[in-house]
């Protein structure tokens, strides 16, 4: 049992690329979510998936888009990067229904340049 | 929107002694409250939880306590080790589910004196 899997761990990315950060759970659950976290600033909400064929913006989701592909995998898309964007990345999901609690994964580090 | 504020930022004990974590948040309609510690370059991970039925829960060395009037949850950790040394993040959340997602204190980062 992974729990939640995300990819890349590590990328380095020029000002003005794009990128997708993968996420995938499983554990069936219905929520997924995608952070951010920088020093000092805790793990803010980018965009998150209630459930399945549903997506709503967080706290922060100015040059981020995001796609539910399916009720296991949530990505994130970076059309032009911008070193405003480094940062760590973390995944996440929750079951929603009967319990609250978020699980996240290992985190994916990006760096713009 | 919810508003959660954490203090202290940064709190140094000595082993063995008690530390405590301070939260309060904005949105009455908030009703679960977990705990994440975060080691460095690990993820976040659930260490405890409260829901705002009720009062205060514990799990050994760790208890949360919430007032609903006052809108503050606390952490304690008692005969503090080592290992406890980490980022403690509070966070808050409305709704039956955690489908609108969970606002997060900044943090406090727990060092342990040895």
């Known amino acids: 049992n992974a729990g939640v899997t995300q990819t890349p761990k590590f990328q380095v990315l020029k000002t003005g690329q794009s990128m997708t950060l993968q996420c995938a759970q499983d554990?069936?659950?219905?929520?997924m979510y995608w952070y951010r976290q920088d020093p000092g600033m805790g793990l803010r909400l980018i965009y998150y998936s209630a459930s399945e064929g549903t997506t709503d913006k967080g706290e922060v989701p100015n040059g981020y888009n995001v796609s539910r592909l399916n009720k296991r995998e949530f990505s994130l898309r970076l059309e032009s990067a911008a070193p405003s964007q480094t940062s760590v990345y973390f995944c996440?999901?929750?079951?929603?229904?009967?319990?609250?609690?978020?699980?996240f994964g290992e985190g994916s580090w990006l760096t713009v340049v | 929107g919810e508003n959660v504020e954490q203090h202290p930022s940064t709190l140094s004990v000595q082993e063995g002694d008690s530390a405590v974590i301070k939260c309060t948040y904005s949105?009455?309609?908030?009703?679960?409250f977990p705990w994440y510690k975060q080691e460095l370059g690990k993820r976040p991970q659930l260490i405890i939880d409260i829901r705002s039925n009720v009062g205060e829960k514990k799990d050994q060395r760790i208890a949360v306590t919430l007032n609903k009037t006052a809108k503050h949850f606390s952490l304690h950790i008692t005969e503090t080790q080592p290992e406890d040394s980490a980022v403690y993040f509070c966070?808050?959340?409305?709704?039956?589910?955690?489908?609108?997602?969970?606002?997060f204190g900044k943090g406090t980062h727990l060092i342990i004196q040895p």
């Open positions: 996440a999901s929750s079951e929603a229904r009967q319990t609250n609690t978020i699980y």
């Open positions: 554990m069936n659950h219905n929520s």
């Open positions: 966070a808050a959340s409305r709704g039956g589910g955690g489908a609108d997602g969970l606002t």
């Open positions: 949105d009455s309609a908030s009703n679960y």
